[in-house]
Structure formats: C-alpha cells, structure tokens
C-alpha cells in the first residue's frame, strides 16, 4: 500500500499574509491539488499540521506561527481536506516525532509514502528522513514542495536522495505510479 504524505500546507506558510510565508508556496498548489486529487480515492491522503502551543520553544528560531486553533494552522483551501482524509498534528519538524503517524500508517499497511508540501529543506525533509529510517520507501514529489530558497531547495532534494535513497519524482510520474 501507498500514501500521500502533505506536509505543512498550511495558510501561515502557504499565504501572503501568514505568519512565516513562505515566497511562492503559490506556485506549487496547483500541482499538489492535482496530485491529492489523483490520490484520493486510490490511495490514504495524510495531512500534517505545524500545531504549537503560544509558548512553544520553537519560536525561539522562528516567529509564532501554526498556533493550535488559529486560522494560519489551518489546510490551504485549495487542496480541499475533507473528513476522509487523514490528520497529524505535529509540535516539530518531523512528522513522525511524538505523533502516531507510523502507527497510522502501518494500520493502513502502507509500505510506500510519497511526499510533498512546505519547507521542503525542513519539515518535508525531516518527515521524509524518519520515513525512510522506519523502513518505508519514500518519494518527494519535487514539483509539489517548496523551500525558503532555491538553494536549499536543491540541497534537500539532494540530500533526501543520496542520504535517504528517496526517488525524487514529478507529480506526473506520481499520478502514473497510484
């Protein structure tokens, strides 16, 4: 089994006006609704959520942002999260860190998690890293993820597939492989 991972597609990264924007997460929703919408349906379609309490010590490092409750926490409008999607909140970097994402995903018997969405030099890379850690097969769906910059845009992807051995593929190449 395979699954969609959606990193962080939240209004205070993917927003002009939210609280840690990051310049032209807009260019990357139209391709990353496609693919939801090519997964949904075939595959589980899993969305993660930045939720920090106020005092959240990671604010240290980077504004407030993702505040449990608060609008910005919230998925983009544009990919449509429904109630048969699935939901993990998440206090750090990595997806899988204090949440039950890998109990979620073996009840659902995947194997394979593709992945997507924003900071692909920091959530996107960290999630996919713990993925492929705990023995799935990962997938960056490059066309579908977005950096605070292109070099370290370039430098994630590198690094998730010489480090993580993550196939870095379009979201065309991901619609052919549901």
């Known amino acids: 089994m395979k ?7 939240q209004k205070d990264f993917c927003y002009k006006n939210g609280a840690l924007y990051i310049q032209g997460a807009e260019e990357i929703f139209k391709t990353t609704r496609e693919a939801v919408k090519k ?12 939720w920090h ?3 959240d010590g990671e604010f240290k490092i980077w504004p407030k942002h993702c505040i449990a409750g608060s609008e910005g926490a919230e998925i983009i409008d544009e ?3 429904t109630q048969k999607d699935y939901f993990v909140r998440k206090r750090r970097y990595s997806a899988f860190f204090g ?7 073996r009840e659902l018997k995947v194997l394979e ?13 960290h999630t996919a890293g713990d993925a492929a ?26 690094h ?3 480090v993580f051995n993550a196939n870095i593929i379009s979201s065309k190449e991901f619609a052919r492989l549901l």
Request: net charge negative.
């Open 3 to 9: 699954a969609l991972v959606v990193v962080d597609m």
């Open 39 to 50: 997964a949904r349906g075939r595959i589980p379609v899993i969305f993660t959520q930045d």
């Open 53 to 55: 309490r106020e005092d």
């Open 79 to 81: 990919l449509e999260a």
């Open 99 to 105: 949440t039950d994402l890998d109990l979620l995903l």
């Open 113 to 125: 998690v593709f992945v997507c969405g924003v900071a692909t030099n920091i959530c996107v890379l």
């Open 133 to 158: 850690i705990r023995g799935y097969r990962v997938s960056v769906l490059q066309d579908c993820t977005k950096a605070l910059n292109d070099y370290d845009y370039e430098y994630a992807l590198r």
């Open 160 to 162: 998730m597939k010489n």
